[in-house]
Structures are given as structure tokens and as C-alpha cells.
């Protein structure tokens, strides 16, 4: 779908998607076409419950009077409550209507509304933005799809007063673009995307200036990694570690901050093997990781004036006469020794090692981790909010902030040493599961051990980075959670 801008006008082709303000308060543009109807549309309003409450949509058939094939009233609810956030759901919403409607032309009227939270050019770009996360479908093994099911709109026309909303958009539409990566590999089944798939993914973002590096098997065994390699050697598959390096910052050599992700590529529980029911979902037990990989495509597209560092492990999670045992004793990078209780209990033991390696190699001044870690959390959380943990109230609070402005929100848990005693090791310095109460603190605590003094939060995103619903910017499966979360911290405290 290719979007532009264009100043104000009435729409002679396609769809026309308009915006009305809360008790039935028309925009300008609606008004415009509802005088061309001769009132039709405030007539179509009247005969519905609609009345223009945030995200309400009716949509008229070619009124008499108007040339478009249809219009699309969707609700603003009040103009004072009118954000980023409101906006980017106006123009998901409004899109999601006409998506598969037919229309291949398609605007949506961006008009000037007293008392907005944000300028004009703003209002329009994230508009945009929301319509254009709305547009994404993963599509690619649909052979027999019926010609009404498919997306038919090819351009859409965001039409706006404002001079500068292009120029506005254009970091967001970057941030779209590591969004729609995410959401890619995470979508793929794993016979298409596994360790070595998804490194080479990681790769291709050399393009884009960053620099990749790719550790296999007999680099990281050098390394000491027995934490991480042990979750994968009951694959076939070659377990990876990649580490992806922006450096837009003024000053080349300041310290970094650090993104680190889980990517399980598919996760069988190992020799503690999942049930059958649902083990398909567990292609996106990689989703920390598809996060981290979206998260430097947007930075890198976005020219970010900032030093960042993403490391991702990748692994295969597979039982076999190779598999890691429970009982089994590993030797983490850090020399930290864990006793496996839980051989699914696996993602842990990932970024153990990997939380080590970039703590040690790039001093960073912050660490991120994003995991798709416990079940727990969705017992906890549901789908709504991600599990943030943390060793730093500073960087909590920030990331709290910054998933809000994007609408990823975080719900911070405690820690503390109570949980921490759970993962005493009669034979070695811990395991890696505690009791069933408090699953995903004791997680968090486990992965404390592994990241010293540096500032740290682990977001435990496995209620939240899959849906199974569509919303106002995301049709129902994966969601991409964290891209947007993560640019926006980036962009708030550790740019130049």
C-alpha cells in the first residue's frame, strides 16, 4: 500500500475515511460531503447508534451527491483527549473498514481540530502511521484465497492542510518498517525461520548501516557459553548468537545501550516436553528476539542519533538422544554453574549467557531484555500489559514512560531475596526453575545473577507478543510488542 500526502479535497474515487468528534460533532470534511449528500450522512447517524465516541466507525454506501464509492465516519471521541495514540487508532480503525472492501484509492481527511494534544502535521503523521500498521497481513502461504478476502486498497492519500506532516511521517514509516519485520519472522513457521535463518535475517540489516556479527557454535563454546549451547544441542539446527551494532551517536566510542533478546525459534520444552495441544505457537518463542531485530531496523532507518548494541540467541529447544537432561549441570559464560531442573524452562538459560557476553564485551550503560519467558506472566497480566522487572528504578520508570507514549504498556512486579532463595541448587550455585508461586519473579531473579552492577530490566512480553484479536493497529497474531517500546526509549534518553 502506498501512502502520500495531499492537501485538502473532496475525494472524487474509492473510499473516503473521515473523522467525527464526540456527540455527534461533525469535522470539517464531513460536513463538506454531507452537504454534497444533501444531509444523507448526518441522516445515516441518526438512524445509528453512532455518535462518534473514540474508535465508533458507520460506514455509507456512495451517498447520493458525492462521487466516492463510500464514506467511512470514524469517531474521535473528544478533541482534548485527541494523542499520538488516539491518532495512529484513528487511522487503523478507519483503514481496517475498507481494507478488503474493494477499493483500490482510498484518503483519509485529516482535518484541523481545536484543542489537540498535537500539532496538525503530528495528527496526520500518526494517521498515517496507525493505517499503515493496520495494513500489515501475513499472507504468503494463502494459494486459494477467495479474490473478497484479499486487500484491495493500493494507495491511500492522508489529506491535510499541514506542509510538514510528510516529513513528520517519515521517522515513523521507518519505525513501521522494523514493526513489519518483527512481525515477519515471528509469523514464520519454524521450518522457514530457525537459528541460522533468522541470523541471516539479521544480516540483511547491513544495508541499513548496521554492523553484524554472527557467533556459531565452536566461537561460542571457546566463550565458555555451556549455558546457552546446551539448550540446543538437541537440534539439528546450529545454534547462533548475533550481535547487531548502530553507532549514530556524535561520539563513536560512548558507551551503548544494550538490547537483548530471547529467540527460541521453536520451543518442544525439550525432554520436559510441552502437551501436544498448542505447541504450534511456539514458532514465536522467539519473539524477544524478532523485537530486538525490529528495534535496530527502525533505529537504523530512522538515522538514530544514538549508540545501540542487540544481541539475540538463538536456539532450537528439541528433544533427541542428544538432548539436555533435567538433573544435568551446565557452566554459563560467567562461570556460574546451573543445575537444568527444567528443561523448558529454557529461555533462561539463553540469556544467561547472552545478558554475560554483552555485559562484558560493551560496558553498556543500560541492558533491555525481552523474553517471551513464563507462562506465568499471562496468568498474571493477560495480553494487556508485559511484566517489567527490574535493578533500576531509574530505567523502570523510563521504560514505563515510554511504553505508554506508544501504547505498550508495562506493569512492574517486585523482586526480592525470598525469590531469590527459591533457586538454591543442592549441587550447584542454582537451578534454573523455582517453585510454581511467583514463576516469573523467580525468573527475573535467575536472570539478575547475570548482569552485575549495569542497569538492567527484563520485559516478559509472552502475554503480549502474540494476539488473538485484531485491534485498532494490528490484526490478530504477532503484534511486533516491544519495537515501538524500545525506539521510543531510545529516542527520549539516549540520544545525542
Known amino acids: 500500500m502506498k501512502i502520500s500526502f495531499a492537501k485538502p479535497h473532496l475525494p ?97 481527511a ?21 493505517a499503515r500498521l493496520r495494513s500489515y497481513r501475513f499472507d504468503k502461504y494463502f494459494t486459494k484465497e477467495k479474490k473478497e478476502d484479499k486487500p484491495s486498497v493500493k ?5 491535510t492542510a499541514a506542509p510538514t506532516a510528510k516529513n513528520a511521517f517519515a521517522p515513523l514509516d521507518a519505525i513501521a518498517d522494523g514493526v513489519f519485520l518483527t512481525r515477519d519472522v515471528v509469523s514464520e513457521p519454524a521450518n522457514v525461520i530457525y537459528p541460522e535463518s533468522l541470523a541471516a535475517e539479521c544480516k540483511k540489516l547491513a544495508d541499513l548501516g548496521v554492523e553484524v556479527e554472527i557467533l556459531g557454535e ?20 546450529e545454534s547462533q548468537l548475533v550481535i547487531m551494532r548502530w553507532t549514530g551517536a556524535k561520539d563513536k566510542n560512548a558507551a551503548p545501550i544494550a538490547f537483548i533478546g ?46 545501540v548494541v542487540g544481541v539475540v540467541g538463538l536456539v532450537e529447544n528439541m528433544p533427541s538422544g542428544n538432548a539436555q537432561r533435567p538433573g544435568d549441570v551446565v557452566t554459563s559464560m560467567s562461570g556460574q554453574t546451573i543445575e537444568v531442573i527444567n528443561t523448558d524452562a529454557e529461555g533462561r538459560l539463553v540469556l544467561a549467557d547472552a ?40 530505567l523502570a520508570e523510563r521504560l514505563t514512560q515510554a511504553g505508554k507514549a506508544v501504547g505498550e504498556p508495562l506493569w512492574r512486579l517486585p523482586m526480592g531475596d525470598a525469590y531469590d532463595k527459591q533457586l538454591k541448587s543442592d549441587i550447584a550455585d542454582m537451578k534454573n526453575v523455582g517453585g510454581r508461586e511467583g514463576g516469573s519473579i ?53 540520544q545525542d
Open 110 to 130: 485529516v482535518d484541523a481540530v481545536p484543542g489537540l494534544k498535537i500539532s496538525e502535521a503530528d495528527f496526520a503523521a500518526n494517521v498515517a502511521f496507525g
Open 442 to 494: 523467580t525468573a527475573a531473579q535467575f536472570l539478575k545473577r547475570f548482569v552485575g552492577d549495569v542497569a538492567w530490566a527484563h520485559l516478559d512480553i509472552a502475554g503480549t507478543a502474540w494476539s488473538k484479536k485484531d485491534t485498532a493497529t494490528c490484526a490478530k497474531g504477532a503484534t511486533a510488542f516491544g519495537v515501538r517500546l524500545l525506539d521510543q526509549l531510545v529516542a527520549d534518553h539516549y
Open 218 to 237: 565452536k566461537q561460542m563454546k571457546k566463550l565458555g557459553m555451556g549455558s546457552l549451547l546446551g539448550v540446543g544441542q538437541g537440534s539439528d539446527r
Open 355 to 394: 545478558l554475560w557476553y554483552t555485559k562484558e564485551t560493551y560496558k553498556p550503560k543500560a541492558m533491555v531484555d525481552l523474553a517471551t519467558l513464563t507462562g506465568a506472566i499471562i496468568i498474571s497480566l493477560g495480553g494487556e500489559y508485559a511484566g517489567l522487572f527490574a535493578n533500576n528504578d531509574k
Open 12 to 108: 472524487t474515487e474509492g473510499a473516503v475515511i473521515v473523522g467525527v468528534l464526540d456527540n455527534k460533532v461533525f469535522t470539517p470534511t464531513a460536513t463538506a460531503l454531507d452537504d454534497l449528500a444533501g444531509g444523507g450522512l448526518k441522516r445515516a447517524v441518526e438512524a445509528s447508534k453512532f455518535t462518534g465516541k473514540k474508535d465508533q466507525t458507520l460506514t455509507v454506501l456512495a451517498p447520493a451527491g458525492c462521487k466516492v464509492n463510500r464514506v467511512v465516519l470514524v469517531g474521535l471521541g473528544k478533541a482534548d483527549a485527541i494523542d499520538a495514540l488516539a491518532a495512529q487508532s484513528f487511522g487503523g480503525t478507519g483503514l481496517a473498514q475498507v481494507l478488503t472492501a474493494g477499493d483500490a484509492s482510498v484518503a483519509i
Open 262 to 307: 530471547k529467540g527460541v525459534c521453536f520451543d518442544t520444552g525439550g525432554i520436559s516436553i510441552k502437551p501436544a495441544a498448542g505447541m504450534e505457537d511456539m514458532k514465536w518463542d522467539m519473539g524477544g528476539a524478532g523485537a530486538v531485530i525490529g528495534a535496530m531496523m527502525a533505529l537504523a532507518g530512522r538515522k538514530a542519533p544514538a549508540n
Open 155 to 159: 494507495k491511500l492519500a492522508i489529506l
